[in-house]
């Protein structure tokens, strides 16, 4: 019997040993990091619309190395105030951590089977500036398309805005139109469009468009503010942005020396402008070797034909690859010119623009 219990004590003193010996429970990983990829999730929001964490990657670091991707209903999110409208950051909290991720809000969208417009803002003025996008995706260049107007508007819907990027869309290209700023003096539009390509970066992978060898193309105003962003002194260089791979210039505004139009002139310079400004604002000014290659067309019979003509001779001069279209039986303004000698003319300037693509 005391050899039994003998025995038992034995055992049980082993088990305790080997109890105590027994490694103890590797600690818990602590959270160091979180993360969140938001490049497939909701970017443009109407105000007043609530947030859709669908599409978002919200990533745990911890301090094993390890990673685990956390679920969007496992974390909560700080919504930030809608107005002002422009670019807000979104809060996402896990743990004790922090993380943010940007959002674009926009007092109205407007989705129809060929596009979808963004009102990006409201100018104390009451003019809009919009951003509609008619795309094909497949990560392929776009055109950024400038209205005409008069720099009094440049209304997004027309066929010098939505008809122009339609007809591009069906070439197999992207196309932005920029309803950018008017009645409102320089340099307001043209940081429209730093603004415009700033939204475009943000979200290219959403539209599924290349930020390399974008064209712009601008039609009488339009042209105007086109062929300025196309300089160094007064355009994409100033603001930091890439240069155009071609220009597409459609009866385009060129000078404000001499003769001009003095609507336009007095709703981009003021009404009184100082000569200083005139030969700013005036394209022939800045054109250099670097200009990028111009497609240029207008009816003769068009009252900017010689605006036009100056724009070919300062291309000729500066030695830029240049084509110079001047077609009859138009007038201006007539967008793609169906049922004229122009019409199809907008399938030039593309291939144009398409060979001169790195």
């Known amino acids: 019997m005391k050899r039994n219990v003998t025995l038992l004590l034995l055992i049980f003193c082993l088990l305790l040993f080997f109890i105590a010996c027994a490694e103890k429970p590797a600690p818990m990983p602590e959270l160091v990091g979180l993360s969140v990829d938001s490049s497939n999730a909701h970017y443009w929001y109407v105000s007043g619309e609530d947030l859709d964490s669908d599409g978002l990657v919200i990533t745990a670091e911890f ?9 969007a209903s496992d974390c909560t999110f700080d919504k930030p105030p809608f107005a002002p409208y422009g ?6 909290h896990y743990g004790d951590l922090t993380v943010s991720y940007p959002i674009y809000v926009c007092t109205s969208s407007k989705e129809t089977p060929v596009y979808t417009n963004y009102t990006v803002r409201k100018n104390e003025n009451g003019t809009p500036v919009t951003l509609t996008a008619a795309l094909v995706g497949e990560n392929k260049p776009f055109v950024l398309i400038l209205p005409g107007g008069g720099y009094t508007s440049a209304i997004y819907s027309g066929q010098e805005g939505a008809g122009y990027a339609e007809y591009i869309r069906k070439l197999g290209w992207n196309a932005f139109v920029l309803e950018y700023s008017t009645k409102m003096q320089h340099p307001a539009p043209l940081e429209d469009i730093s603004l415009a390509l700033e939204i475009i970066e943000q979200n290219k992978d959403f539209f599924g468009v290349s930020m ?19 300089t160094k002194d007064i355009g994409y260089a100033v603001y930091e942005k890439p240069r155009p791979a071609a220009a597409i210039l459609v009866y385009p505004v060129i000078s404000f020396l001499g003769e001009s139009d003095g609507e336009t002139q007095r709703n981009l310079l003021g009404n009184e402008p100082s000569d200083e400004l005139r030969h700013l604002l005036s394209i022939q000014e800045h054109v250099d070797g670097d200009y990028p290659p111009t497609y240029v067309w207008v009816f003769v019979e068009d009252g900017l034909k010689t605006n036009a003509e100056l724009m070919e001779k300062t291309l ?13 039986g138009g007038r201006h303004g007539i967008g793609l010119a169906e049922g004229t000698e122009a019409e199809g003319w907008l399938t030039e300037a593309v291939a144009f623009w398409q060979d001169h693509i790195n």
């Open 212 to 230: 390399e060898n974008y064209a712009v193309c601008g039609s009488s105003a339009g042209g105007h503010l086109a062929a300025s962003w196309c």
């Open 316 to 328: 000729e001069k500066a030695g830029v690859e240049h084509i110079a279209r001047y077609f009859t």
């Open 63 to 71: 301090s094993d190395g390890s990673t685990r991707e956390i679920i």
């Open 87 to 92: 670019e807000k950051e979104v809060t996402v």
